[in-house]
């Protein structure tokens, strides 16, 4: 069974940084792409970043040069850098990974931005 744990999320004052991390279980992941969303109180879950399985990496445009995804494949992890928070990155981030033609999600980790 795969399984998804978030962690890493809190609160931040704007220009401030946190590091979420995403452990996944039940499978071997170094080939599944893996990635993040967010989700904003009465907004659509949209995504944030994803990577491959071979490290190619892609933004929403309003995070990019902020945000960095990355991946240890040994360790079946995906990580969130995120730095020079503002406000509006406030949202549940949740992980996800595609495996066996579907996506499994993590349960999410509140960011919450102060300004």
């Known amino acids: 069974q795969v399984r998804l744990v978030e962690s890493g999320g809190g609160l931040v004052q704007a220009g401030g940084s946190l590091r979420l991390s995403c452990a996944a279980s039940?499978?071997?992941?170094?080939?599944?792409?893996m990635g993040w969303y967010r989700q904003a109180p009465g907004n659509q879950r949209d995504l944030v970043a994803a990577i491959s399985s071979g490290g190619n990496a892609n933004y929403a445009d309003s995070v990019k040069g902020r945000f960095t995804i990355s991946r240890d494949n040994a360790k079946n992890t995906v990580y969130l850098q995120m730095n020079s928070l503002k406000p509006e990155d406030t949202a549940v981030y949740f992980c996800?990974?595609?495996?066996?033609?579907?996506?499994?999600w993590g349960q999410g980790t509140q960011v919450t931005v102060s300004s």
């Open positions: 996800y990974v595609n495996r066996y033609g579907m996506r499994y």
């Open positions: 039940g499978s071997t992941f170094s080939i599944a792409p």
